[in-house]
């Protein structure tokens, strides 16, 4: 071969495809950067941070997913999902809160339009705060308009708050009652030989009986009647106040909804205005017309108008004022280590506290709790550092959301005062181990493990080995001590004997109304009580902020936050499907939860000491 000789055909092909791939890459790229680059400019140069809030603007609440104390994720996460689509809708409950209190104010907003078509539903707990504060806007004589096209019973209830409920002239109503169904699993595991390995003390610490039972033991089910019944029947005594119906009328509706829909001929929208549950049929177009008459027309959007979210940020002052409560909120999973808002973690949360603890500004605290538990040993951690900040000297409130529960109730002990709405779940005072074991599945497929070890505990919590006598004593044993400490904290703190604690607890879920009739909790109240209590407590009167203690954004952050959705859905970056996207509702986001705790435990190689009731409020 002379040495000018072209190369073979297949390094031809190949040079060929390398050079077609850096130019494909180079050109990526470039486009990407000219796509930043023209965000650069606009966010300096075109970008204005002024919003204005003309005369006779109607204010628009249009809560999406599911409201929440905090939002999911970190900022740099949320951006990126949603610019993905892979989002889960949040809403801020103090987002709400504050945007009702800036507009019973002001006389730029004439009235109010509740939009529910976007909304997941309501749990009862924010119930009770959403109603007090829509109560206190409609003192300041403006008036409240709910509209929506399907309304179920959480969708109903924000409803109801208003002046007026309009429905869509082919809209749907239906309340269903709430309920609590789960899958069980022990056949199916059986089927697979997998030895569940549960420890756990108390008769109604019933969160794992799914992995161990193929339907709801009895004691379960009386527990879960007495707190869902209670939590319905608020349901119906508030909407009937709110509506001005007797209670017995809406008990008879809800206990025979299919008789009076038959009744009316399947038209619900009709049966809905005759029982006056509703108070005018409408369609969009009317919906726009009437708005503008009671405001102002807008030739784009029918009616002037201003969304809740823009108009917090636009009203939003700060008052540079000496005394300050900080609220740091603890939502979530308690698990330990670092975590995003959205979860507990035992060093995350207990930074932040430790945060309220070194600010002098801050006089008072209030921890707002909203977990079913988690970790018993990262809700300790997280419960030593709140004494911390009551030994430093400064007032800690707690405040219970939706849930506060088992790990939840735990990190309650030793705070100040204790408050809850009505509603909240709270108690189940126990305390649980959990370690599946996987051997006799893996000699299905003719896998086995053998070995040897210098002590009776070698190798004895590898869940590819059966969990052995000593090991299981040690367990047990171990999890009777966490309850002994669980209990003994209640009775401390509480000042309740031992035995009255453990009457109580054995794992039970309470309302919030049973809890405080039991002595578990002080005050029932809404967060602003709480929050007034620890200014009280702290000796600071009425003039004083509220500061939500939280990880501030790097300016790195910040600028990704602010431009990453807006650049990624330029790109035209397709959505993606989530795991269990395939699965029906709430089962498929239940069974990937329940999969993802047996797996967990199983390839962490510890047991799980957990502290958690794994119950959710209804919606």
């Not at 050079?19 to 966010?43: K, S, Y």
């Not at 529910?116 to 309501?122: A, H, P, Q, S, Y």
């Not at 308690?334 to 945060?355: K, M, V, Y």
């Not at 990190?411 to 709270?426: F, N």
């Amino acid at each position: 071969m002379t040495s000018n000789s072209r190369p073979n055909v297949l390094v031809r092909l190949w040079l060929g495809f390398w050079r077609g791939l850096t130019a494909f890459r180079m050109a990526v790229f470039n486009i990407l950067f000219l796509i930043l680059l023209a965000l650069v400019i606009r966010v300096l140069f075109f970008s204005s941070d002024e919003i204005l809030v003309d005369e006779r603007t109607t204010l628009v609440i249009a809560p999406e997913g599911l409201i929440v104390e905090e939002y999911t994720g970190t900022p740099m996460e949320r951006a990126i999902n949603e610019a993905l689509g892979q989002e889960t809708p949040e809403t801020r409950l103090r987002d709400i809160l504050a945007a009702l209190d800036y507009a019973a104010e002001d006389d730029r907003i004439v009235q109010v339009l509740v939009r529910t078509d976007e909304l997941w539903g309501v749990a009862p707990g924010m119930q009770t705060e959403l109603a007090d504060a829509f109560a206190e806007f409609r003192e300041s004589g403006k008036q409240v308009v709910a509209h929506g096209g399907m309304m179920m019973q959480g969708h109903y209830m924000l409803a109801s708050m208003a002046d007026e409920i309009w429905l869509d002239r082919d809209g749907l109503l239906l309340f269903e009652g709430y309920g609590r169904y789960r899958q069980y699993y022990a056949e199916g595991l059986d089927k697979l030989d997998v030895d569940v390995n549960l420890f756990r003390v108390g008769e109604f610490k019933s969160a794992m009986e799914p992995f161990i039972r193929n339907d709801m033991s009895e004691a379960d089910r009386r527990a879960s009647q007495a707190w869902l019944g209670e939590l319905w029947q608020s349901w119906l005594d508030q909407v009937a106040l709110h509506r001005g119906l007797p209670v017995e009328v809406l008990v008879d509706l809800t206990e025979n909804f299919s008789d009076a829909v038959e009744a009316a001929d399947g038209d619900i929208a009709a049966m809905a205005l005759d029982r006056g549950l509703v108070d005018r049929l409408v369609n969009r177009p009317e919906v726009r017309a009437e708005l503008a008459n009671r405001g102002a027309s807008d030739p784009e959007r029918g009616f002037r108008q201003i969304d809740f979210e823009t108009y917090v940020n636009a009203s939003r002052e700060w008052h540079p004022r000496a005394d300050r409560v900080g609220i740091v909120v603890a939502q979530g999973a308690i698990t330990e280590g670092d975590q995003p808002p959205g979860t507990i973690g035992s060093a995350s949360t207990s930074r932040l506290l430790r945060e309220a603890a070194r600010d002098e500004r801050i006089k008072a605290v209030v921890l707002r709790v909203d977990s079913g538990g988690g970790s018993a040993f990262a809700s300790e951690m997280i419960r030593s550092e709140m004494m911390a900040l009551r030994e430093a000297g400064k007032p800690v409130i707690v405040s219970m959301g939706n849930v506060a529960a088992s790990g939840g109730y735990w990190i309650a002990m030793g705070a100040d005062e204790v408050w809850a709405y009505p509603t909240t779940l709270t108690g189940s005072i126990g305390i649980f181990g959990f370690f599946p074991t996987f051997q006799d599945t893996l000699a299905r497929i003719g896998i086995h493990t053998d070995g040897v070890g210098t002590t009776p505990l070698s190798g004895a919590l590898r869940a590819d080995r059966a969990l052995q006598e000593p090991a299981r004593r040690l367990l047990q044993s171990f999890i009777e001590h966490g309850y002994q400490e669980f209990i003994s904290l209640v009775a401390e703190y509480r000042r309740m004997s031992l035995e009255q604690v453990d009457e109580v607890a054995q794992g039970r879920v309470w309302s919030g109304q049973q809890a405080q009739q039991r002595g578990l909790v002080d005050q029932l109240g809404t967060l602003d009580q709480a929050i007034a209590s620890a200014a009280r407590s702290a000796g600071i009167g009425e003039d004083y902020e509220v500061d939500y203690v939280e990880r501030q954004l790097t300016p790195f952050e910040q600028f990704f936050v602010d431009m990453s959705a807006a650049s990624i859905r330029m790109a035209g970056i397709d959505t993606t499907l989530g795991v269990a996207a395939w699965l029906p509702g709430d089962f498929g986001r239940q069974l990937i939860d329940d999969l993802r705790l047996v797996f967990s435990q199983a390839q962490s190689g510890r047991p799980g000491v957990m502290a958690h009731c794994l119950c959710e409020a209804p919606r």
